[in-house]
């Protein structure tokens, strides 16, 4: 059975440093992209950026350019979203999902971050 | 703004049939698949139609998808209450470092 699994929800301050994790288990992690995917309160699913485990090569959306990096452990079969400096503005849900053709066929679970000082 | 246009809510009551659609360009829908999904409330997506008309593997075939030209339509008959639910049109954009793209969510509401 093909999972994908998110480390727990987060609160951190404004200008702290992050990391969330998803694991793949279930297939061949480098074989399929990962996508992270955010979800602001209330609102629609926004593309963030992918990453191809097999070789950690990354593409990422203009909005986030900059903002938050991707990047994998092929050994452990684990995704990561970072941020360096959070804002509140960063304060939403974060799905990992894998990529398959021209879309997403699993999701994990979710990684609520909240940033409030 | 979302890349790609859904009606913000549809509704119909119970047994009906509903249908949601989504509008893109030829960067994206025009020429690539388009995925389907579900995001029932609290909870994480679910992929309910890929490759534009395709069902994933226990998704039942009240769920229909198609698609024409720069434009894709979801199915849903025989409505049922626990089908209350955001759905998400998707494809990927070659315009577009990152490469996909998702609707802005039609929510569902069964009557």
């Known amino acids: 059975e093909v999972q994908l699994v998110q480390s727990g929800a987060e609160v951190k301050k404004p200008g702290e440093s992050l990391r969330i994790s998803c694991k793949g288990s279930g297939y061949s992690f480098t074989s399929y992209w990962i996508s992270w995917v955010r979800q602001m309160p209330g609102k629609g699913l926004e593309w963030m950026g992918r990453?191809?485990?097999?070789?950690?090569?990354?593409n990422y959306s203009p909005s986030f350019q900059g903002h938050v990096t991707i990047s994998a452990d092929k050994s452990i079969s684990t995704a990561y979203l970072q941020w360096s400096s959070l804002k509140a503005s960063d304060t939403a849900m974060y799905y990992c999902?894998?990529?398959?053709?021209?879309?997403?066929?699993?999701w994990g679970q979710g990684t609520l971050v909240t940033v409030s000082s | 703004q979302s890349v790609l246009t859904q009606p913000p809510s549809v509704s119909a009551a119970p047994g009906q049939k509903v249908t949601i659609s989504c509008s893109g360009s030829?960067?994206?829908?025009?020429?690539?698949?388009v995925s389907w999904y579900q995001q029932l409330p609290g909870t994480a997506p679910k992929l309910l139609i890929y490759e534009n008309n395709k069902r994933p593997s226990g998704i039942p075939d009240r769920f229909s998808g198609s698609k024409s030209g720069t434009s894709a339509t979801l199915g849903i008959t025989g409505l049922q209450t626990g089908d209350e639910a955001d759905y998400y049109c998707?494809?990927?954009?070659?315009?577009?470092?990152?490469?996909?793209?998702f609707g802005g969510g039609t929510k569902l509401t069964v009557l």
């Open positions: 030829s960067s994206n829908i025009g020429n690539n698949y």
């Open positions: 999902a894998r990529l398959y053709g021209d879309g997403v066929d699993y």
């Open positions: 990453i191809d485990p097999s070789d950690s090569y990354t």
């Open positions: 998707g494809t990927w954009d070659s315009s577009l470092s990152a490469g996909g793209v």
